[in-house]
């Protein structure tokens, strides 16, 4: 194996891995909580920058997160808990600063039965 495959590795096994997830529906937030509260830095990415707001402040719209768990991974402003380890973002720039992507967007099924693959092409 390559030096940087090594590094990366080693990243992932010492959970220091920057880790971006973009998409933070039912799929993408539930991964990106699970990431975080594994001990990983997480960017979650959403082009709805209320949505943005919204999960910063520790409010989910995903009935599988709770609004307890997406705070406890958080850094609330004034919060004496909250490691950090997660922030939503709108930003695509922060993909220079990931080890690793996760797309989770939707694929519908178009009129013939195959996925819609424009969301995928879009992130």
């Not at 990431?35 to 599988?64: C, K, P, W």
């Not at 993909?95 to 996925?115: F, Q």
């Amino acid at each position: 194996m390559n030096q940087p495959t090594i590094q990366l590795e080693e990243k992932f096994r010492s959970r220091r891995a920057h880790v971006a997830i973009i998409g933070l529906g039912y799929v993408g937030l539930p991964l990106a909580v699970a990431f975080a509260m594994a001990g990983y830095q997480v960017s979650g990415i959403v082009v709805d920058r209320q949505r943005v707001t919204e999960l910063n402040h520790g409010r989910s719209h995903v009935e599988d997160v709770s609004s307890l768990d997406l705070q406890a991974i958080l850094a609330l402003p004034g919060a004496t808990h909250g490691p950090g380890r997660f922030r939503a973002t709108a930003d695509f720039s922060v993909l220079r600063d990931c080890d690793a992507v996760s797309i989770c967007v939707p694929t519908p099924l178009n009129k013939v039965g195959e996925p819609d693959l424009t969301y995928i092409l879009d992130a």
